[in-house]
């Protein structure tokens, strides 16, 4: 995280859920963890595109924050959205973490950066360059709306959404 951020507090999704059982959605997806962090929390940016990672760079290119990238990528497991060289991007520009519902590759690159990165799976090949995508608008993964600002809360349990910062 860049020179002086505040950081959000740590928060486990099991205290989330626990503390605001009808306030949280748990996305019920078995994303595996790839970044060299694994619990991480902040605001939602989020992202619609499919097989195409060219506004991923983009988004991670700008200043993360202390944010959390929300890749719907409708669980294409043809490409990857995410390598090493855009990790260290997000890790660089101060990003919390990337959930991304599709793939990413660069395992061992990834691992080594200080960012918490979500994903389905790996693939090798590298994504389309088109362009295409939609920056901050609703996205859902497994049924649950994601909104631009949502909270997203992430551990080795899973990953939570909640619509304000969690008070615990």
């Known amino acids: 995280m860049p020179k002086g ?6 928060l486990a999704t099991a205290d989330v859920c626990d503390a605001m059982e009808r306030a949280v959605a748990v996305l019920s997806v078995d994303f595996k963890d790839f970044g060299g962090t694994v619990d991480f929390a902040g605001p939602a940016v989020t992202l619609r595109t499919l097989d195409d990672n060219t506004k991923v760079r983009s988004l ?3 200043q993360g924050e202390g944010r959390v990238l929300v890749v719907d990528g409708d669980a294409s497991n043809r490409v990857a959205l995410l390598g090493g060289n855009l990790a260290a991007l997000a890790a660089k520009n101060g990003w919390a973490g990337v959930v991304i519902y599709g793939c ?3 395992r061992h690159e990834l691992a080594g950066e ?6 389905l ?3 090798p090949r590298k994504s389309e ?9 609703e996205i859902a993964i497994a049924g ?5 600002g949502d909270w997203i809360i992430a551990d080795a349990d899973g990953v939570v959404v909640s619509k304000e910062l969690p008070s615990l």
């Open 104 to 106: 990413v590759r660069d």
């Open 5 to 10: 951020e505040i950081a959000p507090p740590r």
């Open 121 to 123: 799976g790996s693939c």
């Open 129 to 137: 360059k088109l362009n295409r995508g939609d920056v901050n608008v």
């Open 60 to 62: 991670l290119e700008g």
């Open 144 to 148: 649950v709306p994601i909104h631009p």
């Open 114 to 119: 200080d960012v918490g990165i979500k994903a």
